[in-house]
């Protein structure tokens, strides 16, 4: 039975109140044919087709009803929506799946270190399960990267190895990953929150017939549970939500990139390699590599870099950013910027650092006329020594900032310019 919603006509008063509770906006009102007899002028209409059978409206219709029951004994209208929901049977032995699984990006044949990150938090969720640290990684020419994997944490690492990975493809990425995971049955399973990671872990999830958490930034085991509570933040960073698989294994998230340490490296430990076989002849692919074609590349990589210099509103014009650029080149730092300046065309998009933005976590941050609200904060407030310029000693930068400096940054910058390149040619 799939899933079914439908209005009771004749309870139906066109009150539109289901209207504004619905996030999908799939309810509208129509006027009613004279003929129908009803009292009530209006009458909603739901478009099935994009309802996502929430329960909002029906929940909404319901609260009305109960509402004027208070005032007489049995209202003949409201308590009109009807929603039947197709019953999912769910009937998976979770005490079978076993094990942290972290997965390892390589990128053109680069190791990506999101695998570290991801390393340094499954021990912890290895170390409460009582339960392996594992790491897989997909690609051509990888078993390189075996034992980098084991001296970074994992005791195990699954060899995925064959020339039709040598670039990423979305597919057959997700085949092999998908084929392994129903073989093994691992218990939980951390994806980096990169371009690839996104891209794939929810097809994964989607073929494993289980949930996923995207994005997170933290992560735990409840010790009663055996659990994962992948949290992240939620509403515009306003919220952190901890997200739950309950009868669903593996138990996925991805994880910001930054969000976490790296895990230490501890030169020759040992671990298990497993070279994984993979039956192409079974999949049905249908997607081919044609090209890649890199970006072009004229600026330091902001998530790579250990000292970023950020403007921000306060900049006041797009030239602001010349100043920025300066300072940024002066240290040999790379340019940041704060969301108002990015939508404002100043500086585009990838150098925007903040909630929906890039994560990072430099050794010197400097942010010029940003004022530091949460949403910029989420993106840079792991930065080791952070100097705030601004004209607003209220600021909240000035209250995360190792160093405040309180003054118009057109005059307080070409200042500091002077003095770092003085330091540089004694
Ligand atoms: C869902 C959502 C996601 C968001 N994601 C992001 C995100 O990823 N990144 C992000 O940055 N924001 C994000 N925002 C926006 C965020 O809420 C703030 O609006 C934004 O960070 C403010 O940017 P700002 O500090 O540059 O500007 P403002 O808050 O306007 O601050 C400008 C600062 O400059 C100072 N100033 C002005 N003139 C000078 C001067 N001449 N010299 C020195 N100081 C001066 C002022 O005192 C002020 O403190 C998001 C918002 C929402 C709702």
Known sequence: MANEIFIIKERCTGCGSCVKVCPVNCISMTDRAKEEGVRWKKLAVIDVNTCVFCNACVEDCDRLFNK?????????????????????????????????????EQRHGQLMPTIFELLHVG???????NEDLSA??????VTQYAQEIIEHGADKVYVIDHPIFEHFVDEVYTNALTDLIKQEKPNKLLMPASIIGRSFSSRVAIAAQTGITADATELSINPKTRMLHATRPSFGGNLMATILCEKH?????????????????????????INVKVDLSKWNIRTKFVRYEAEKKEDIDITA??????????????????????????????????????????????HQIGLTGRTIR????????????????????????????NKDTECPMFKLATLSVEGDLYELIPLIIKEINKIKHK
Not at 74 to 103: L, S
Not at 136 to 141: A, F, L, N, S
Not at 332 to 348: L, Y
């Open 305 to 350: 870099a250990e000292k970023v210099v950020s403007g921000g509103r306060g900049l006041g014009k797009p030239e602001g950013f010349k100043l920025i650029e300066e300072l940024a080149h002066t240290l040999g730092a790379a340019v940041g910027a704060s969301r108002p300046t990015v939508d404002a065309g100043w500086i585009p998009y990838k």
């Open 68 to 104: 004027t029951k208070e005032k007489m004994p049995n209202p003949d209208f409201f308590h009109a929506i009807v929603m039947k929901k197709e019953k999912v049977e769910v009937n998976i032995d979770t005490t079978a799946y076993k094990g942290v699984w972290c997965f390892a």
């Open 136 to 141: 897989v990684v997909i690609g051509h020419d």
């Open 362 to 389: 430099p050794k010197l941050y400097f942010a010029c006329g940003i004022s530091g609200q949460i949403q910029h904060l989420a993106g840079m407030s792991s930065a080791e020594v952070i100097v705030a310029i």
């Open 249 to 273: 294994r593996p138990e996925m998230a991805t994880v910001r990139p930054m969000s976490f340490q790296r895990a230490e490296k501890q030169s020759g430990r040992k671990g298990e390699v």
């Open 123 to 129: 021990k912890k969720l290895s170390l409460d399960l």
